[in-house]
């Protein structure tokens, strides 16, 4: 049992280099095959047991308004050295535990190798119909790189590539 405790702390130490407030912008192809512009940010924080990593994009409309998207999701150590579950829901007993795929709901996790924070996303269709969206946060001089991408049963549909300068 130490063992697995002490991979959790050798892991949960890895986040100390990825904690900030990071933004940038980004071109993104819309469906229409337009380009837009996305202003995106992340806060990554330590928690008593893990980390958080909230991130935001705005999207500007041609008409003004803005469509501005939030996540915030805790992850805390497994016994797997540098991988990390999320910690998105309460059970009966005030445990967190993972959100259940089969109920629509998006299966995460996370994993630090070397300088790259991956943050993984799994939803199943209705219809049995998967995406993955896979976000990699790589530090280099002055912020992150941010690389995304999303596939759909296999096929990619999306790949935004930006960097984030640190505040």
Same mark, same amino acid.
């Given at each position: 049992?130490?063992?697995?405790?002490?991979?959790?702390?050798?892991?949960?130490?890895?986040?100390?280099?990825?904690?900030?407030?990071?933004?940038?912008?980004?071109?993104?192809?819309?469906?229409?095959?337009?380009?837009?512009?996305?202003?995106?940010?992340?806060?990554?924080?330590?928690?008593?047991?893990?980390?958080?990593?909230?991130?935001?994009?705005?999207?500007?409309?041609?008409?003004?308004?803005?469509?501005?998207?939030?996540?915030?999701?805790?992850?805390?150590?497994?016994?797997?050295?540098? %991988? +990390? *579950?999320?910690?998105?829901?309460? &059970?009966?007993?005030?445990?967190?535990? $993972?959100? /259940?795929?089969?109920?629509? !709901?998006?299966?995460?996790?996370?994993?630090?190798?070397?300088?790259?924070?991956? %943050? +993984? *996303?799994?939803?199943?269709?209705? &219809?049995?119909?998967?995406?993955?969206? $896979?976000? /990699?946060?790589?530090?280099? !001089?002055?912020?992150?790189?941010?690389?995304?991408?999303?596939?759909?049963?296999?096929?990619?549909?999306?790949?935004?590539?930006?960097?984030?300068?640190?505040?």
């Amino acid at each position: 049992m130490a063992a697995v405790a002490l991979s959790g702390q050798i892991a949960f130490a890895d986040i100390s280099r990825f904690v900030g407030e990071y933004s940038g912008r980004a071109e993104v192809e819309t469906r229409a095959g337009d380009i837009s512009l996305r202003d995106m940010s992340v806060v990554i924080r330590e928690t008593k047991i893990g980390y958080s990593v909230t991130w935001t994009s705005t999207t500007e409309k041609d008409d003004g308004r803005r469509k501005v998207k939030s996540y915030q999701i805790e992850f805390q150590p497994t016994e797997r050295d540098g %991988v +990390f *579950s999320a910690a998105m829901k309460r &059970n009966v007993f005030g445990h967190t535990e $993972q959100l /259940d795929p089969m109920k629509g !709901e998006p299966y995460v996790w996370s994993r630090i190798t070397g300088d790259t924070l991956t %943050v +993984f *996303s799994m939803f199943v269709a209705p &219809n049995g119909d998967y995406e993955m969206q $896979q976000y /990699d946060r790589s530090l280099i !001089e002055g912020g992150l790189q941010l690389n995304f991408n999303s596939h759909r049963n296999g096929i990619p549909t999306r790949f935004i590539s930006t960097f984030l300068s640190r505040q």
